[in-house]
Nanobody
Framework: QVQLVESGGGLVQAGGSLRLSCAASGSIFSANAMGWYRQAPGKQRELVARISRGGSRYYIDSVKGRFTISRDNAKNTVYLQMNSLKPEDTAVYYC???????????????WGQGTQVTVSS
């Protein structure tokens, strides 16, 4: 089994910064693509940023230039540095990872439990 544990959410004023962390643990052979999604009340969950094991990054347009995704492969951990936060960034942020577990050959997809980010105006 694989667990994803997020941390770093909270309440911040507009223009402020937060850093989210997500550590994957368990029977991990290799953590491949990792990313962050978010879901605001009444809206669908959306991909915010994603990073491959080799470091290729993807961002949705609304966070480009403000958010930075990074990872530490040795720790199976992914980070999301969020700067210049806006009220519209308020959502529950979920970590997501494609993982090859020990003894298997395929990829399985896992989700964290979510962490609340609230940006006040």
């Amino acid at each position: 089994q694989v667990q994803l544990v997020e941390s770093g959410g909270g309440l911040v004023q507009a223009g402020g910064s937060l850093r989210l962390s997500c550590a994957a643990s368990g029977s991990i052979f290799s953590a491949n693509a990792m990313g962050w999604y978010r879901q605001a009340p009444g809206k669908q969950r959306e991909l915010v940023a994603r990073i491959s094991r080799g470091g290729s990054r993807y961002y949705i347009d609304s966070v480009k230039g403000r958010f930075t995704i990074s990872r530490d492969n040795a720790k199976n951990t992914v980070y999301l540095q969020m700067n210049s936060l806006k009220p519209e960034d308020t959502a529950v942020y979920y970590c997501n990872a494609d993982v090859t577990t020990v003894g298997s050959y395929g990829l399985n997809n896992y989700w964290g439990q979510g962490t609340q980010v609230t940006v006040s105006s």
